[in-house]
T-cell receptor, first 112, second 113 residues
Framework: NAGVTQTPKFQVLKTGQSMTLQCAQDMNHEYMSWYRQDPGMGLRLIHYSVGAGITDQGEVPNGYNVSRSTTEDFPLRLLSAAPSQTSVYFC???????????FGPGTRLTVT | QQQVKQSPQSLIVQKGGISIINCAYENTAFDYFPWYQQFPGKGPALLIAIRPDVSEKKEGRFTISFNKSAKQFSLHIMDSQPGDSATYFCAASSRGATNKLIFGTGTLLAVQP
């Protein structure tokens, strides 16, 4: 059981570039979500999905897109990177009937 | 708006002492209150959680105290150890399919040997 995996671990982008952060889980969890972590602000929810084909916005969705074509994968797309998107991004998953979320190791993104 | 307020922002405790981190919430629909522990370079991991039908939950050296009327809950770490040095996040969630977790801003705990 690998749990929640994220790639890449580190990424540097130039303003305006696009990229996809990958997230996968092997626990057959229905619910997956993306958070960003910034100093002094805790973890803020970007987007979440309650199952394959179903996604919704969280607290800070602007500038990000998601899709959920399979139960296992939940990629996060940055359409046109901005310095304000410099952050550490965490993917998380849980069973639909459970409150407990399992987090991945994170992706540290720097936008210059 | 910040629905879960956490304090202090940072905390220094001597080895063997008690670490106390406090959180307050606004939404009375919240019915699950977890604490997450995060070590540098790692993702947060669930430490301990409580439901509002009990006032205290203890797991080893970690205790959550819950005050429903005051809408506050706290984490107590007894006999704090240098290995407890980490960032701690409180969070809250309400029942339902979306079940979104709302996090506090985090407390950086340093336990000095």
């Amino acid at each position: 059981n690998a749990g929640v995996t994220q790639t890449p671990k580190f990424q540097v982008l130039k303003t305006g570039q696009s990229m996809t952060l990958q997230c996968a889980q092997d626990m057959n969890h229905e619910y997956m979500s993306w958070y960003r972590q910034d100093p002094g602000m805790g973890l803020r929810l970007i987007h979440y999905s309650v199952g394959a084909g179903i996604t919704d916005q969280g607290e800070v969705p602007n500038g990000y897109n998601v899709s959920r074509s399979t139960t296992e994968d939940f990629p996060l797309r940055l359409l046109s990177a901005a310095p304000s998107q410099t952050s550490v991004y965490f993917c998380a998953s849980r069973r639909g009937t459970s409150y407990e979320q399992y987090f991945g190791p994170g992706t540290r993104l720097t936008v210059t | 708006q910040q629905q879960v307020k956490q304090s202090p922002q940072s905390l220094i405790v001597q080895k063997g002492g008690i670490s106390i981190i406090n959180c307050a919430y606004e939404n009375t629909a919240f019915d699950y209150f977890p604490w997450y522990q995060q070590f540098p370079g790692k993702g947060p991991a669930l430490l301990i959680a409580i439901r509002p039908d009990v006032s205290e939950k203890k797991e080893g050296r970690f205790t959550i105290s819950f005050n429903k009327s005051a809408k506050q809950f706290s984490l107590h770490i007894m006999d704090s150890q240098p290995g407890d040095s980490a960032t701690y996040f409180c969070a809250a969630s309400s029942r339902g399919a979306t079940n979104k977790l709302i996090f506090g801003t985090g407390t950086l705990l340093a336990v000095q040997p």
